[in-house]
Nanobody, 115 residues
Framework: QLQLVESGGGLVQAGGSLRLSCAAS????????MGWFRQAPGKQRELVAV???????NYADTLKGRFTISRDNAKNTVFLQMNSLKPEDTAVYYC?????????WGQGSQVTVSS
């Protein structure tokens, strides 16, 4: 059973930066895709960014240029660098990993951006 452990959330002022980390309990080479979704209060969960095993990335259009997803295969970890944060980025951020036809989710990290 793949496990994902997230870290790095917190409270930041608008314009600030945070970096989220998601450590997988298995080798990255067995994972087809990893990424981040987020869910704000009263809203549906939405895509933030994903990175495929080959390194191809995909971002939500509204976040391009501010958020960057990357990976460290040696540490089985995916990162989400979030810059120029806005109050509307406040949400619980979930790490996700796809292995074959299964999806695995992290516990969620709260990110709060104050104005």
């Amino acid at each position: 059973q793949l496990q994902l452990v997230e870290s790095g959330g917190g409270l930041v002022q608008a314009g600030g930066s945070l970096r989220l980390s998601c450590a997988a309990s298995t080798s990255m080479f067995s994972i087809n895709m990893m990424g981040w979704f987020r869910q704000a209060p009263g809203k549906q969960r939405e895509l933030v960014a994903v990175i495929a095993r080959g390194g191809i990335t995909n971002y939500a259009d509204t976040l391009k240029g501010r958020f960057t997803i990357s990976r460290d295969n040696a540490k089985n970890t995916v990162f989400l660098q979030m810059n120029s944060l806005k109050p509307e980025d406040t949400a619980v951020y979930y790490c996700v990993a796809a292995v074959s036809l299964k999806e695995y989710w992290g516990q969620g990290s709260q990110v709060t951006v104050s104005s």
